[in-house]
């Protein structure tokens, strides 16, 4: 069963967490110039139509 102080202990602990997690501004800016330099992460490849291509291909090689 828990105590009275541990609710307090557990504030506390999340209290401390909070801050040592806190979001800096510059770190912010940082991460958003880093996606706005890197388009091509933004847009996911086309994976299915790569399998689909892939597969198609060994289904020819298959057949002949």
Partial sequence: MA??????????NVKRLQEAYREDPEDALYAEDVACSTP?????????????????????????
């Avoid at 091509?40 to 002949?64: F, H, S, T, V, Y």
């Fill in 40 to 64: 091509a992460m933004e847009k996911p490849a086309d994976q299915d139509g790569e399998i689909k291509r892939i597969l198609d291909g060994k289904i020819a090689e298959a057949i002949q």
């Fill in 3 to 12: 105590k009275a102080g541990d609710a307090d202990q557990t504030s506390a």
